[in-house]
């Protein structure tokens, strides 16, 4: 229903249509000039109960918004009109999408990083793999993992602290010094 249009929202992060939802539930609720304020006010709570749930379920309690933010809570409880419980309400939901957006965005950037670092990890054993190949360069490994060499070396640089040749040229140089310590073979 409506309730869960919102929860969606509010999820979200989606501020405006929070908002467009919450004036939807106001104009058929808690417009009809016979209901008190007292009623308004227990049906805004339930209503407030639910997204205290749903923003729960989004991450844990100590992180709660509501955790953080316990004068909204009292705010609202203390509203004398109508009218200012929708204020109150409609700040709620301001706060709210703004912890949640921030919340996703973070997510994201963290999913984005484990996949930049996954990715430097498979290049270096790209490299450890292939190093004996003549025609292991830059390029090669850009053509590989289907990505401009520039961009991979930079990636590379900025995760491992070298460049992508002078990582091939390590490789090789230690592999060399392995085989060089086994007595088997001759220089």
């Known amino acids: 229903g409506v309730e869960q249009q919102l929860l969606n929202a509010l999820k979200f992060g989606e501020l405006t249509e929070a908002q467009t939802i919450l004036t939807d ?10 209901i008190s304020v007292s009623l308004t006010k227990c049906l805004m709570l339930g209503l407030v109960t639910t997204i205290m749930k749903s923003i729960n379920d989004t991450g844990g309690i ?12 009292d705010r609202l409880l203390n509203s004398k009109t109508v009218t200012d419980m929708k204020l109150q309400l409609d700040d709620m939901i301001t706060q709210i999408c703004a912890f949640t957006s921030a919340k996703r965005q973070h997510a994201n950037s ?3 990083q484990k996949a930049l670092q996954q990715l430097v990890e498979q290049v270096n054993t790209y ?3 292939n190093y004996t190949d003549v025609n292991l360069n830059v390029t090669m490994i850009g053509s590989h993992f289907d990505r401009k060499a520039t961009y991979l070396s930079k990636l590379f640089k900025d995760y491992v ?4 040749l002078d990582r091939i040229n390590k490789v090789r140089v230690e592999k060399s010094k392995q085989l060089l310590r086994g007595e088997e ?3």
Do not use: H, M, W, Y
């Open 25 to 34: 539930i106001f104009d058929k609720n808690f417009e009809d000039a016979g």
């Open 62 to 73: 100590q992180e709660s918004f509501f955790i953080r933010n316990p004068k909204q809570l």
């Open 161 to 164: 602290g070298e460049g992508l």
């Open 110 to 112: 963290v999913t984005k």
């Open 185 to 187: 073979q001759s220089v």
């Open 127 to 129: 490299i450890e793999d």
